[in-house]
């Protein structure tokens, strides 16, 4: 399967953004004191999982759009007057297996998250809190680019 | 009693992590809802099928946040808050329960 343009950019914008902020949370471990080989291994660790699940969801997103086929149908928002008005409409076979293909995607790639999150809390090879951390931060990215195209409107 | 402490202090854990992790179920429903939209709208409208997926992607990604978030708290629940809660009890007890007794 080839990698949308669309899909690759934005897993380089979230891995770019997500790499900074595990940076960040390093250094903030450097300044408390609390720094050693654990706290490496853990932002790593939880890094690639961030990062990973977050291509593996744009990748099923991207299968789901792939299998849409044109079905011509018109748009169902209807204006009357000052209104807009959604007409119920049922879903396409396309769209239902889209729907079942990313609510699995999400039991599966959850399920991997939290053995990965297992594994970091329970080796002592990870810094629990440096695995957890990283998991949260495509949030913190997507929610820093929305701020920051705002303030540039 | 102190087994009967911490005993109840597990139980918490256990029931707290378990409400946490319903957090997971609200993002996987939305999710696929949010799919199926978008792929009749690309359905609808061919030509915007690079616009809609990089906005689904965002979309889906914000969404599922917080199942992660329900997913590390449980998990911080299980693994890590017993034996912080379990330790405190322990210098607590042995720091006020002397005296208490003197």
Known sequence: ??????????????????????VIM???FLILGRFDWTVITGALLGYLAAVGNFFLMALTVQKAADEMKPTGAPDPIETDGDEAEEKDVPLSEDAKRG????QLSYTLRMFGLAAIAILGVTLPCF????VLLPMLFPRIVIALRGALQSSKH | MLELAIGIILAGCGIGAGLALIAGI???????NAVAKACEAIGRQPESRGAVTSTMI?????????????LVIGILLIFVAPG???GTLKTAL?????ALIH
């Open chain 2, 84 to 86: 912080i809660f379990v």
């Open chain 1, 26 to 28: 390093v250094a903030v």
């Open chain 2, 94 to 98: 042995e720091t006020w329960g002397a």
């Open chain 1, 127 to 130: 810094n629990s809190v440096a």
């Open chain 1, 99 to 102: 729907k079942q293909r990313i």
């Open chain 2, 58 to 70: 965002m979309g889906c990604a914000i969404a599922e946040t917080t199942g992660l978030y329900g």
């Open chain 1, 1 to 22: 399967m080839k990698v949308q343009p669309a899909v690759r950019q934005e897993t380089a914008r979230i891995a770019a953004g997500t790499a900074v902020l595990t």
């Open chain 2, 26 to 32: 609200g993002p996987g429903i939305g999710e696929g």
